[in-house]
């Protein structure tokens, strides 16, 4: 942004408020039809009671912070790939597997400090997500096969050995017949910190994580080489960067970042790994987070806080009304991916004239416009074609 | 030699599904759109098979009703990536993650959230006469529900839909080049936006073929990436519908055989069994993706300069 007046910086802010703002209201319009097609609630009273769930009180904040971090990490994660030109639809068993390994590690090794056990643990978690994109991008490169279905497939995967080890390895002797672990040792715990609220520290390491997210991709040489291949693969390979080792890279490092998400979510939140750890779509959430906050470091923060408070606020939801389902947040989740990806509905034509040549990519990707938010690219053809 | 029979009895059954949303898949795969959202749209489908069952008592009008439901459901697809030109692969995820919302609110909303599920009329076995009796390849091939026997005739019709008339030319084109079809004057988006459609169809048939075939109720989430595996069948059998069968075969196979083992009762744990699919697929992803016929304009949208 150097060099722009400050009325260009105006605009340029105003822009990139627009499309998540319209994306939002038009989406709660829509949720608003489902909820007057599935209760005999208003919609409105339906929604006070959701923004009260959320940003109500100290008390909703606090809960919508806690539900913000897992959720910023998967976001981080499906936006680092997405920079690099890569689609991870794998957060969710990324995820699943962090927890896992920091399960393994937090309830392994009892009477260690918790300087030693608790960055183990968070490591494990870290590696436990990164392995297991590793698997994707190393098929991707080596066998050229899309990472769509493999990292889909991989959630399952995943699932069932989660399923595995609860059931199996990691059951926890004491609660016999149980499918959950034992309870993580104290040294492998993160704690809140601000005196009465719950969030934990889980939160500052998200914080630091998504300065890491902006450190690397915009001020290291790696990140550099991401983000053109990404956006242009033929100019990346033309300038002697190798794809391959960008894209596994990349997916090592989105998978690392949701596995964290899952890691921290054992450790603060839930105490144990069981079946229901992961009964809400973290995965496929930060996708919608990672869209609406534009794929950028603040963007994420802001729409990983507004998505926690949606789904704080939905639990809250279903409990005043009694009749309007908790799910009514993941049909609104669901929209505003629609009416992200699909935002050039709302643009205003006349803004946007433009050449169409800097639409056309060589070379067989899925990912176009991985980041469109640098040129206000495909806005302007917007229903000029058929 | 019962288990044998049962053995390649079930992977029929179980392809059927996997082959007739992949059937719908092939077309608009080869117009040139990827339809990560097969899924959500199976998802619909199968619920709105068991609510129109219920309602109206035949299992028939109950897939009609799925169908309808799911075709204006795809045509949310369609819109975003064909009219608004939006990248694909986001909105068949948002899709997919509206159809896994959509349907728990509606279910829960009409059945409740943890009652028993609904007496509804699902499809039966129909065995045909004569053919069914001979040994060991009656009940193979000719014991199953109608809806198998008409996914398999479907195989040989799509073929020479796509492969020998205007149609299927059509399609195959837009999605290989887009803009040379422009000149000529084949309107692609609205090709695109009917192939959409029509595998809106099959995905419908699908979804409720699997809640009331396979088994006759609703639960949430129960598609469990048929949807996916149908999009991989897709890739695995080099999008022609014939290579399609085949590998929807492999996947019932995979199925079949994980059934099997469990009824076995072998040591190795029943999760190791449930990911036999999953790998499969996975695997037969990367045998196949070099040299494919995947069509050169996948994925991309179409902008008219």
């Known amino acids: 942004m150097e060099g722009l007046s400050i009325k260009q910086r105006f605009q340029e802010t105003l822009k990139s408020v627009y499309f998540p703002f319209v994306a939002i209201v038009v989406s709660l319009l829509f949720g608003s039809v489902v909820i007057l097609a599935t209760s005999s609630t208003s919609p409105l009273t339906a929604y006070g009671h959701m923004l009260k769930g959320a940003f109500g009180s100290i008390a909703a904040f606090d809960s919508t912070l806690i539900k913000a971090i897992p959720l910023i990490f998967t976001a981080l994660s499906f936006s680092l790939a997405r920079r690099s030109g890569i689609i991870n639809l794998g957060a969710e068993g990324q995820f699943m597997m962090g927890a896992l390994a920091a399960t393994a590690v937090g309830v392994a090794t009892p009477n260690l400090p918790a300087i030693i056990h608790l960055p183990a643990t968070l490591l494990a978690g870290f590696l436990g997500g990164a392995l297991f994109g590793l698997i994707t991008g190393v098929l991707k490169v080596k066998f050229g096969a899309s990472e ?10 995943a699932k069932e050995l989660i399923s595995y080890f609860v059931n199996g390895p990691l059951m926890d002797s004491a609660s016999s017949s149980y499918p959950q672990s034992a309870p993580m040792e104290p040294s492998a715990r993160l704690y809140k910190f601000i005196p009465g609220l719950n969030v934990h520290t889980g939160l500052l390491i998200a914080l630091a ?17 991401m983000r053109v291949v990404g956006f242009n693969p033929s100019a990346g390979a033309y300038a002697g960067m ?29 105490g144990r790994l069981m079946m229901t750890s992961f009964a809400v779509p973290y995965g496929f959430t930060g996708i919608a987070v990672a869209l609406l906050g534009n794929l950028n470091p603040l963007g994420v923060l802001f729409s990983g806080i507004l998505f926690g408070g949606l789904s704080a606020g939905a639990l809250r939801m279903e409990v005043m009304t009694r009749d309007v389902s908790s799910s009514v947040a993941v049909v609104i989740q669901a929209l505003i991916i629609l009416f992200i990806a699909g935002r050039q509905m709302f ?14 990519r060589k070379g067989k990707t899925v990912v176009d416009d991985a980041t469109e938010d640098e040129s206000p690219t495909v806005q302007a053809t917007a229903g000029e074609g058929e | 030699m019962n288990e044998v029979v049962s053995f390649f009895s079930t992977t029929i059954r179980l392809a059927a599904p996997t082959l007739l949303a992949a059937l719908g898949i092939v077309f608009s795969e080869r117009a040139g759109i990827v339809n990560i959202g097969t899924e959500g749209m199976m998802l619909v489908g199968a619920l709105a098979g068991v609510i129109g069952s219920y309602v109206t008592g035949s299992a028939w009008l109950g897939m009609l009703i799925a169908v309808f439901v799911t075709v204006l459901f795809s045509a949310i697809f369609a819109y975003f990536t064909v009219v608004v030109k ?4 986001v909105i068949g995820t948002g899709m997919n993650l509206l159809a896994s919302g959509l349907t728990i609110t509606v279910n829960r909303a009409l059945f409740g ?46 073929q020479f839909v796509m492969f020998r008339t205007n149609i299927g030319l059509k399609v195959r084109s837009v999605g290989e080049n887009p803009k040379a079809c422009d000149t000529v004057g084949i309107r692609v988006g609205l090709t695109r936006f009917l192939s959409i459609l029509y595998s809106g169809v099959l995905a419908g048939m699908a979804g409720s073929f699997i809640s009331m075939g396979m088994v006759s109720f609703f639960t949430e989430g129960m598609i469990a990436g048929g949807g996916f595996i149908a999009l991989a069948a897709v890739v695995f059998g080099n999008y022609t519908p014939r290579g399609v069968m085949l590998s929807s075969l492999v996947f019932g196979a ?23 699919p999953y790998v499969i697929t996975i695997i037969s992803l990367c045998i196949v993706s070099r040299k494919s016929n995947k069509p050169l304009g996948s994925g991309k949208p179409y902008i008219k300069e």
Request: charged residues 10%; hydrophobic residues 50%; aromatic residues 14%.
């Open chain 1, 148 to 157: 769509l279905i493999i990292t889909i497939m991989l959630n399952y995967i």
């Open chain 1, 209 to 225: 994580f998504i300065f890491l997210y902006y450190f690397f991709l915009w001020k290291t040489t790696a990140g550099f080489d």
């Open chain 1, 242 to 270: 190798s794809i391959g080792r960008s894209t596994i890279l990349a997916l090592f490092l989105a998978g690392g970042l949701a596995g964290l998400g899952g890691c921290i979510e054992i450790i603060a939140v839930q």
């Open chain 1, 347 to 360: 643009a205003f034509k006349r803004r946007y004239r433009y050449r169409p040549s800097s639409e056309k």
């Open chain 2, 86 to 89: 939006a990248d694909q692969t």
């Open chain 2, 113 to 158: 959230a943890s009652t028993s599920p609904p007496e509804i009329d699902s499809f039966g076995i129909v065995a045909i006469p004569g053919l069914s009796s001979i040994p060991i390849i009656g009940p193979i091939f000719f014991n199953h529900h109608i809806i198998v026997y008409l996914t398999f005739i479907l195989v040989p019709i799509a």
């Open chain 2, 254 to 276: 995979s199925n079949s055989l994980m059934y099997r083992l469990q009824a076995l009762a072998t040591n190795i744990p029943s999760q190791f069994l449930l990911m036999i």
